[in-house]
Nanobody
């Protein structure tokens, strides 16, 4: 099992930046990929960004590409989501995910989920 704890959410103005953190514990040696999903009110949860734990290759949804950056600190078992140029449509609960599966699909099928952290962007 892997446990995930997110932090860093909050309320900001459009154009601001915010950094989310997610620390993994438990069987962290099994992690192959980690990611961030988000769910806006009344909408389905959607993929935002992902990173291959070993190697650090990154993947982004088109809606956040160029504004969000995912990174990881291997020694701290922590993944970050640096969000810049935030827009009101980025308002959502952001979930950290992790998975042990060797796959080329980084946008779905994650096994472990955090509890979520709220990000609210006001215009």
């Amino acid at each position: 099992q892997v446990q995930l704890v997110e932090s860093g959410g909050g309320s900001v103005l459009a154009g601001d930046s915010l950094r989310l953190s997610c620390t993994a514990s438990g069987r962290t040696s099994s992690i192959y990929r980690m990611g961030w999903f988000r769910q806006a009110p009344g909408k389905e949860r959607e993929f935002a960004a992902a990173i291959r734990w070993i190697g650090g290759s990154t993947y982004y949804a088109d809606s956040v590409k160029g504004r969000f950056t995912i990174s990881r600190d291997y020694a701290k078992n922590t993944v970050y989501l640096q969000m810049a140029s935030l827009k009101p449509e980025d308002t959502a609960v952001y979930y950290c995910t992790a998975d042990p599966t060797y796959t080329n699909d980084y946008s779905s099928g994650y096994k472990y989920w955090g509890q979520g952290t709220q990000v609210t962007v006001s215009s």
